[in-house]
């Protein structure tokens, strides 16, 4: 097996304490540096502050890592190139050796390899506009019909089709829920405009549906908490920024795993780095919100 474990979670899945997974997409595609390493530690500490366990999972050295160390972020933060690593390219980037950072996807699929079900991240991929003809659907949407684990999200950037995301997510029989909202949240900004199916109030009604949705047999969840208001952004220069940044793309035929770095670092630029400081409070508010989740799960099952 190629998984390897830091001594901190490897104790901490043995004492069956609360875990929380990390991706490191977001550490080595999703944030310019130094951002990145300031918002993989914020959420590290969160999770700790918490009274949960934080392990960051990426691939080195042919290696499943789970819990990886600060110098290890911090190859993963620096060094170019970091392999995108979705489902589909899991098993080259191991066999190949290639250092290599998970995606949402990829960090369900090695955190439920690991045992771990809570996990927090940004946003997750989606279904991209214009997917009707390119059939540009993230990986994230099928891993979360097929893998037990309970990604906690700002919802997803409206760099996506927010409304054929939720189509999709229905189609695949994922739960999304509203951390106490009955709208999707759109990552930087707090509201969609969409519905959202089901809504929950309480830490312990979260836990009490994952046991739930894991007695049945069934796979994984989304809840998705809005961004803080202090570091909500508005909606009308975003979406500017955002149309500009899917022409630039379509002009240089950037297609692929390459179109979400791409549009995120268009994005950070044009508003002068405010999109980078609210992507790292909402990845901190996640990464709490994600830990008292796996402390309610954890304490309730005695
Ligand atoms: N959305 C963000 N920031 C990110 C990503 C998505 O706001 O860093 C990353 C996540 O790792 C997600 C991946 O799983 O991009 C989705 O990429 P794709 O659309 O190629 O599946
Ligand atoms: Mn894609």
Partial sequence: MSLAFSPEVESALHEQRPIVALESTVISHGLPYPANLEAASAMQEAIRRE???????????????????????SRLATEKPVQKVSRRDLAVTLATKRLGATTVAGTMLCASMAGIRFFATGGIGGVHRGATTSLDISADLMELSRTPVLVVCAGAKSILDLDLTLEYLETQGVPVIGWQTDELPAFYVRRSGRRLPHRAESIEIVADIARTQWECGLQG???TCPIPEQWSMEAEPLEAAIEEALVLAREQAVKGAAITPFILDHVARVTGGESVEANKALLEHNAIWAARFACAYYLSRG
């Fill in 51 to 73: 009274g949960a366990v934080p392990a960051t999972i990426g691939i080195l050295d042919g290696k499943i890592k789970i819990g990886l160390t600060d110098e290890e972020i």
């Fill in 221 to 223: 969840l989304v809840v």
